[in-house]
């Protein structure tokens, strides 16, 4: 069981705009920024986002991220079939002296 | 070309040791943070250990005691040492970067080299 909670799937049609929630608790995400990571199977994870809302040079401005008090999200704008993938939040816990912590991961579906 | 390359990763039996070693290339090894992140058959991603630029270490409690990170500077190489080996390490182990000036991310990653307990 995960400390960080998200869906274990999305989906969406071509075009669409999906969101993908990640709460967590006061000493997870209340404390810290939030990193999120897109893993295409059979491949290596990637950096999507960092620091709650920035996007590192060559991911698509249809990604977009968001924090507020304990949950942050992630959201596709523009649903594309290559978006299908697996989504994990991360961040530290300082309860647990400052490990790093995922989410479970959200299978993200393009119908 | 910014480059992490993970080997080592093979069959051992319960009980077995295995090390891990991770090859940086196309930056400066030792201006960055670094961590090993595992995933099990079917399963997510899980933070197995990490290493700051002054060598300070952590670990997550299910491998406290039985798994050791290290690094080599000046062969820019990170490493794992791996003890006492359980069924439930079975996984693909992930070396990654971390980036302060991008919040501590990890930014970089290796395409990961497996390991498998079994008799």
């Known amino acids: 069981q995960s400390v960080l909670t998200q869906p274990p799937s999305a989906s969406g049609t071509p075009g669409q705009r999906v969101t993908i929630p990640c709460s967590g608790s006061?000493?997870?995400?209340?404390?810290?920024?939030v990193n999120w990571y897109q893993q295409v199977p059979g491949t290596a994870p990637k950096l999507l986002m960092y620091?709650?809302?920035q996007r590192p040079s060559g991911v698509p401005d249809r990604f977009s991220g968001s924090k507020s008090g304990t949950s942050a999200s992630l959201a596709i704008s523009g649903l594309q079939s290559e978006d299908e993938a697996d989504y994990y939040c991360?961040?530290?816990?300082?309860?647990?002296?400052?490990?790093?912590?995922f989410g479970g991961g959200t299978k993200l579906t393009v119908l | 070309e910014l480059q992490l390359v993970e080997s080592g990763g093979n069959l051992v039996q319960p009980g077995g040791s295995l090390r891990l070693s991770c090859a940086a290339s196309?930056?400066?090894?030792?201006?960055?943070?670094m961590y090993w992140v595992r995933q099990a058959p079917g399963k997510g991603l899980e933070w197995v250990s990490s290493?700051?630029?002054?060598?300070?270490?952590l670990y997550p409690g299910s491998v406290k005691g039985r798994f050791t990170i290290s690094r080599d500077d000046a062969k820019s190489s990170l490493y794992l040492q791996m003890n006492s080996l359980r069924a439930g390490d079975t996984a693909v182990y992930y070396c990654?970067?971390?980036?302060?000036?991008?919040?501590?991310?990890?930014?970089?990653w290796g395409q990961g080299t497996t390991v498998t307990v079994s008799s």
């Open positions: 990654a970067r971390g980036n302060s000036i991008r919040g501590g991310s990890m930014d970089l």
């Open positions: 290493i700051d630029t002054d060598g300070d270490t």
């Open positions: 196309g930056f400066t090894f030792s201006s960055y943070d």
């Open positions: 620091s709650n809302n």
């Open positions: 991360a961040t530290w816990d300082d309860s647990l002296n400052g490990d790093v912590v």
């Open positions: 006061s000493s997870n995400i209340g404390e810290n920024s």
